[in-house]
């Protein structure tokens, strides 16, 4: 309620993102979608990309792929970042199991069918952008924490107290988390915001605990701990080292890593 009603404007999501760069952090990814004008007009998108132009090789933006049908005729369009200055961009979309649940990370394969009909560059799922890896052949299997709502929490405005060493040498995620905002997705362990089935995502990744194959058993927790999800701190050995980051008012939520991860 102190930055008003959501979507802030992406000044202030830069602000948030560029005060934990400038405490160490190794990198933010957005799980935000950019791809139209900000509602508060131009001067904000200029501000967006102005604040975070030192770190563009250090920030990982959203793409996503809608679809609709219409009429029998499927259709989809691949929504990309406004901003054409920063290079690093990962897609959204994750695969769901014939029950409803989102479970995987996309493969090659299924990447190359679907974005087929779109120019190039084509996007890599948003983990695997951000942790710099290629798309494996078949889909890797997500292993999630838990429920919704099991994860520490930390308020947005509360970034500055947290201490500089809290955020060095980590990774951040930054996505909208509160239910009544949208963006909720079942999983096995019910429904969760998908910034927080993105960080599940990337934690999987991070930590090796995917699963080649999504018909597998998910087993295995992930460390996970952040903001109104809040994403967990990672030490170097792969053990908890604390919890808690950012929460951007009830609405955004971040996955800490250990560096280099």
């Known amino acids: 309620s102190r930055m008003g009603s959501w979507p802030w404007p992406r000044a202030v999501q830069a602000e948030l993102a560029a005060a934990v760069?400038?405490?160490?952090?190794?990198?933010?990814v957005f799980n935000i979608v950019t791809s139209q004008p900000s509602r508060y007009g131009a001067a904000d998108d200029q501000a967006f990309e102005r604040r975070l132009a030192p770190w563009r090789q250090r920030v990982v933006l959203?793409?996503?792929?809608?679809?609709?049908?219409?009429?029998?005729?499927?259709?989809?369009q691949l929504q990309r970042p406004l901003y054409g200055s920063f290079p690093r961009v990962g897609l959204t979309t994750l695969l769901q199991s014939p029950q409803g649940f989102t479970e995987a990370i996309p493969g090659r394969r299924w990447l190359a069918?679907?974005?087929?009909?779109?120019p190039p560059p084509h996007p890599l799922p948003l983990a695997l952008a951000?942790?710099?890896r290629?798309?494996?052949?078949?889909p890797l299997a997500i292993n999630f924490a838990g429920p919704s709502g099991a994860l520490p929490q930390v308020s947005a405005w509360q970034v500055l107290e947290q201490p500089a060493a809290f955020w060095r040498g980590r990774t951040v995620l930054i996505g909208v988390t509160a239910a009544e905002l949208g963006d909720q997705q079942e999983t096995p362990f019910g429904p969760q915001s998908g910034a927080e089935v993105q960080a599940a995502a990337l934690a999987s990744l991070a930590l090796g605990?995917?699963?080649?194959?999504?018909?597998?058993?998910?087993t295995g927790l992930l460390l996970l701990g952040w903001?109104?999800?809040?994403?967990a701190a990672l030490c170097r050995g792969g053990?908890?080292?604390?919890?808690?980051a950012i929460g951007l008012g009830g609405a955004v939520a971040g996955l800490l890593l250990a560096g280099g991860s």
């Open 21 to 28: 760069l400038e405490r160490g952090a190794a990198q933010v």
């Open 62 to 76: 959203a793409a996503s792929l809608t679809g609709s049908d219409q009429e029998g005729l499927a259709q989809r």
């Open 113 to 118: 069918e679907s974005l087929s009909d779109f």
């Open 130 to 132: 951000a942790l710099g």
């Open 134 to 138: 290629p798309a494996p052949e078949r």
């Open 209 to 218: 605990t995917a699963l080649r194959d999504p018909s597998e058993p998910l």
């Open 227 to 231: 903001f109104v999800l809040q994403a």
């Open 239 to 244: 053990n908890a080292a604390g919890s808690g």
